[in-house]
């Protein structure tokens, strides 16, 4: 459905109110307050950079 996008600012601006939404609560219990904050929004090679850098990071493990 989006695989024609390869960057953030391509999508429609109301996909990235709901991202930006799930990535702000989906770790929240219904009676916690939001505490969240994205403090960064990534383009896709910034994205691919830190996955790989987690990647990298496990395998040390």
């Not at 390869?6 to 109110?17: F, I, N, Y």
């Amino acid at each position: 459905m989006y695989g024609q996008y390869t960057e953030l600012g391509q999508l429609p601006e109301a996909v990235v109110k709901r991202l930006r939404h799930y990535f702000l609560t989906y770790k929240n219990l219904p009676e916690e307050p939001a505490v969240m904050e994205l403090a960064n929004i990534y383009g896709q090679a910034e994205a691919w950079e830190v996955i790989q850098t987690s990647i990298n990071d496990y395998k040390l493990m």
